[in-house]
């Protein structure tokens, strides 16, 4: 059988919404897979990818982006709920089907991790706003219909925050290395790190970030 629907680009409320739970679902189904793979992105890649595209940078990028990076390698997210993980929920890998989910695609990069971690990747690309700001309509909508489905831990809560910015810093630096160190006979398509660069940013400045 074939999955119904289509990516979009301009996500509402409902959309938003209907891709919390689905991705609550995800997660609750993932917890009775058996095999385990660790994530390919964690601090070994990205601690290894900074150095590499560090000298690309204008100096309060390289400090920013080193400051990130060294961050997170001192914060063990292993404490909170784990699991099975998309790792890329962009819009462009649902295909929405009026205002359901019609399908999920592009597994490549699942793996194990915290479960928080995937749904700040998920929230990063569908409730950003214009010039890149969190909407906090979507976000809200996001995190209650995942909340319905697989219930926020407190110790969730508390790393919110830190899991955005970690979730921003993952795709800052792939895209960075995307961009300036393309591998020999891949045809990868080079997103804008910039983009990244403002979500984290904005992220580092807003210490009180839309929650439940």
């Given at each position: 059988?074939?999955l119904?629907?289509?990516?979009?680009?301009?996500?509402?409320?409902a959309n938003?919404a209907?891709v919390?739970?689905?991705?609550a679902?995800l997660?609750?189904a993932g917890q009775s897979?058996?095999?385990?793979?660790?994530?390919?992105?964690?601090?070994?890649?990205?601690?290894?990818?900074?150095?590499?595209?560090?000298?690309?940078l204008p100096p309060?990028?390289a400090?920013?982006?080193r400051?990130e990076?060294?961050?997170?390698?001192h914060?063990?997210?292993g404490d909170?709920?784990?699991?099975?993980i998309?790792a890329d929920?962009?819009r462009?890998?649902v295909l929405m089907?009026g205002?359901?989910?019609g399908g999920?695609?592009?597994f490549?990069?699942?793996?194990?991790d915290a479960?928080?971690?995937?749904?700040?990747?998920?929230?990063?690309d569908?409730c950003a706003g214009a010039?890149?700001?969190p909407?906090?309509?979507r976000?809200?909508?996001l995190?209650?219909?995942?909340?319905?489905?697989?219930?926020?831990?407190?110790?969730e809560?508390?790393a919110?925050?830190g899991?955005?910015?970690?979730?921003?810093?993952?795709?800052?630096?792939?895209r960075?290395y995307?961009l300036?160190?393309p591998r020999?006979?891949e045809?990868?398509n080079a997103?804008?790190?910039?983009?990244?660069?403002?979500?984290?940013?904005?992220?580092?400045?807003n210490k009180n970030?839309?929650?439940?």
């Amino acid at each position: 059988s074939r999955l119904h629907g289509k990516s979009i680009l301009q996500p509402t409320v409902a959309n938003c919404a209907a891709v919390g739970a689905m991705l609550a679902q995800l997660h609750v189904a993932g917890q009775s897979f058996g095999e385990q793979m660790a994530n390919p992105r964690g601090p070994a890649w990205r601690a290894q990818a900074a150095t590499a595209v560090a000298p690309f940078l204008p100096p309060d990028a390289a400090k920013l982006l080193r400051e990130e990076v060294a961050l997170h390698a001192h914060n063990n997210p292993g404490d909170l709920p784990q699991g099975v993980i998309h790792a890329d929920l962009f819009r462009d890998n649902v295909l929405m089907d009026g205002e359901r989910v019609g399908g999920l695609i592009d597994f490549y990069f699942a793996c194990n991790d915290a479960l928080l971690y995937d749904v700040a990747i998920t929230v990063n690309d569908w409730c950003a706003g214009a010039n890149s700001t969190p909407d906090a309509t979507r976000t809200r909508a996001l995190l209650r219909a995942y909340h319905a489905v697989r219930p926020f831990s407190a110790a969730e809560a508390a790393a919110w925050p830190g899991m955005l910015r970690l979730a921003a810093l993952r795709f800052w630096l792939s895209r960075l290395y995307d961009l300036h160190l393309p591998r020999d006979g891949e045809l990868v398509n080079a997103h804008d790190p910039a983009h990244f660069e403002r979500i984290l940013r904005q992220h580092i400045a807003n210490k009180n970030p839309v929650w439940l």
